[in-house]
């Protein structure tokens, strides 16, 4: 591991821009909605994160892909200020998530893997209890709390336990929970596994709504199919690294899709496809 976080200053001159002729100085790119610079997280002797470094951009859709153990949901909990790193440094609307933790927390959203929730209250009760927690008016609260179950199709069940809820429904609740003091970064880890298409459309339709409007969205995911019909920005993460990051079509480069660039990022191209298995499916 190393002494000290490494150095950006070649990154961020990377992403500095001209100024267009006649207009004397250079003007910089819009900050990055998120910054992390020498990331690490050591498990025993289990490297999760091994000094990864990324620039999230602003307002955009943005994938964290890779096969399952690659360090997504490690990375994606130490961003969120839910885990905290060996080593590095976080920067997430310009705050720092551990040196100004109050600040950060006021802007963003987060809907985890595994989400816990107060299941013995309903989901209307849970949104109330959010919202106020977040020190939003109960005014407000109420009015945001009706317009998030009507748009994602919770107002039927708005009156029922959340331990009643189906894993669909739950989504949908966690992610109006996220919602409700609309945050600047929306972070969602697996916001589609489990759930049924219905629900995963109903979700997709509030999230580009939700870009759309200048916010950004972080989600990890190894679906690559559903990060090519989403992101504008894609990081691929591999074993505690970032393999490649840039927009899609960069990362893609020349593959005929995402999924055949992930696999080659990877390392999985060529990989034993279950040929060995000879007995498997043969005549019994």
Not at 217 to 235: I, R, T
Request: hydrophobic residues 40%; charged residues 25%.
């Amino acid at each position: 591991m190393p002494d000290q976080v490494p150095d950006q200053a070649a990154k961020r001159a990377e992403q500095t821009e001209r100024a267009p002729a006649g207009q004397g100085a250079a003007r910089t790119a819009a900050p990055p909605a998120v910054r992390v610079e020498g990331l690490w997280k050591r498990f025993g002797d289990q490297v999760a994160v091994a000094g990864i470094d990324l620039d999230l951009p602003a307002g955009q859709f943005v994938g964290l892909v890779g096969p399952n153990g690659a360090g997504k949901t490690t990375t994606l909990s130490m961003v969120t200020g839910l885990l905290r790193p060996d080593m590095g440094r976080v920067q997430v609307a310009g705050h720092d998530v551990w040196g100004d933790p109050v600040a950060v927390k006021a802007r963003i959203g987060v809907l985890p893997e595994g989400l816990r929730l107060f299941e013995r209250l309903s989901g209307r009760e849970l949104l109330g209890y959010t919202g106020r927690l977040r020190g939003l008016p109960g005014d407000e609260v109420d009015k945001r709390a009706t317009q998030l179950l009507d748009v994602l199709d919770l107002a039927g069940a708005q009156h029922k336990l959340v331990v009643d809820y189906s894993t669909g429904m739950r989504k949908k609740i966690g992610l109006a929970a996220a919602l409700l003091h609309n945050p600047e970064v929306l972070f969602l880890d697996e916001p589609f596994e489990g759930v049924d298409p219905v629900s995963a459309q109903t979700i997709r339709g509030v999230l580009e709504r939700y870009t759309d409007s200048g916010a950004t969205v972080v989600f990890s995911s190894h679906v690559m199919e559903l990060v090519e019909s989403l992101c504008d920005w894609v990081a691929v993460m591999a074993a505690g690294r970032i393999r490649a990051q840039g927009t899609l079509a960069e990362v893609r480069g020349d593959a005929p899709s995402l999924q055949s660039a992930f696999l080659e990022l990877v390392g999985a191209q060529g990989r034993d496809t279950g040929e060995s298995l000879d007995w498997l499916g043969g005549a019994r």
